[in-house]
């Protein structure tokens, strides 16, 4: 079956970056974008961007234009997001999700939790 | 880019049907037939109740219903019962980016 594994939690410091790594497994990795969610303690989901795995091709939310970098390793089946310039308002879940038709997330990783302390 | 509009919270007794809102613009929910709706439980990932507006997943209950009326898409849940006391997020596409509601909680009286 489709699984999503996800690396685990982080501590960070304010300024610094994160990277978090989303192992595919039980489909094709190419055939689907895959996406990254997240979620601060007590709010909403928050969608961040999507790679294409074939060719790597991404797109990010607006919000996240300078600061995100997804990418990832098609022999590995595993995307990675990396988040640069952490302040502490980046506290949050990470969820990485394999698209379905565009705004369906059929299945979601576990998710990470990143804290970012001074 | 906003966040769709829904409800804070919504509550209703066992066995009642309630009705969440999710209202956007003309460039999401208004252009796409693509809206979802996520239920989260404390502590753990969200899941797909409903996709494409009104299509179910396989395995998610009838109980679960969706539909679109211009800018706003509704989620129904009749028959309510203790477990979907949750929290319910809508999402639409909208071109070249995705687009959460707020969130609203669900509380099962």
């Known amino acids: 079956q489709m699984q999503l594994v996800q690396s685990g939690a982080e501590v960070k410091k304010t300024g610094s970056s994160v990277k978090v790594s989303c192992k595919a497994s039980?489909?094709?990795?190419?055939?689907?974008?895959l996406h990254w969610v997240r979620q601060a303690p007590g709010q909403a989901l928050e969608w961040m961007g999507w790679?294409?795995?074939?060719?790597?091709?991404?797109n990010y939310a607006q919000k996240f234009q300078d600061r995100v970098t997804i990418t990832r390793d098609r022999s590995m089946s595993t995307a990675y997001m990396e988040l640069s310039s952490l302040r502490s308002e980046d506290t949050a879940m990470y969820y990485c999700a394999p698209g379905g038709s565009p705004g369906t997330f059929d299945i979601w990783g576990q998710g990470t939790m990143v804290t970012v302390s001074s | 880019q906003s966040a769709l509009t829904q409800p804070a919270s919504v509550s209703g007794s066992p066995g009642q049907s309630i009705t969440i809102s999710c209202t956007g613009t003309s460039s999401d929910v208004g252009s796409y037939n693509l809206v979802s709706w996520y239920q989260q439980h404390p502590g753990k990932a969200p899941k797909l109740m409903i996709y494409?507006?009104?299509k179910r997943p396989s395995g998610v209950s009838n109980r679960f219903s969706g539909s679109k009326s211009g800018n706003t898409a509704s989620l129904t849940i009749s028959g309510l019962q203790a477990e979907d006391e949750a929290d319910y997020y809508c999402?639409?596409?909208?071109?070249?980016?995705?687009?959460f509601g707020g969130g609203t909680k669900l509380t099962v009286l």
């Open positions: 790679i294409t795995p074939f060719n790597g091709n991404t």
């Open positions: 999402c639409s596409y909208a071109g070249s980016s995705t687009r």
């Open positions: 039980g489909y094709t990795f190419t055939y689907r974008y």
């Open positions: 494409e507006v009104s």
